[in-house]
């Protein structure tokens, strides 16, 4: 995985690559949770996007985001009492579920904060 953890790589992200391979994707980390929404603007590639809170939980994915489409995609699901992320995660459309990755599941990833994370790392 690429990781995006300044403004300026979040905000280019993935856009204007032609393919990424299965398996492959980019982790976007904030520097705190906060709520946050996606677009696929210059984006070529269908994506699923994976959103993640502090404890490493999965908390909503937004399956095969449509290449080049400028609708903001919320990170939190309708409804959902704790909308804060602080990552996302995208990986090629189809990924999420080929990959069992779930709302619900938890992530290990060493940047959350290992005192609450659902799933710490050794």
Known sequence: MEIADTAEERARGL?????????????????SPQPVSFWMRNTLIALDM???DARGQVRHIHPMARPLDETAVPGAA???????????????????????????????HPRLPQAAALAPCD
Do not use: S
């Open 15 to 31: 856009m204007f690559r032609r393919d990424l391979p299965a398996g492959q994707g980019m982790l976007f980390i904030y520097d």
């Open 50 to 52: 994976i959103f993640i």
């Open 78 to 108: 309708p409804g959902d009492p704790a909308p804060d992320r602080l990552m996302v995660l995208e990986v090629p459309g189809g990924d999420a579920a080929r990959l069992g990755i779930f709302p619900g599941m938890a992530l290990a």
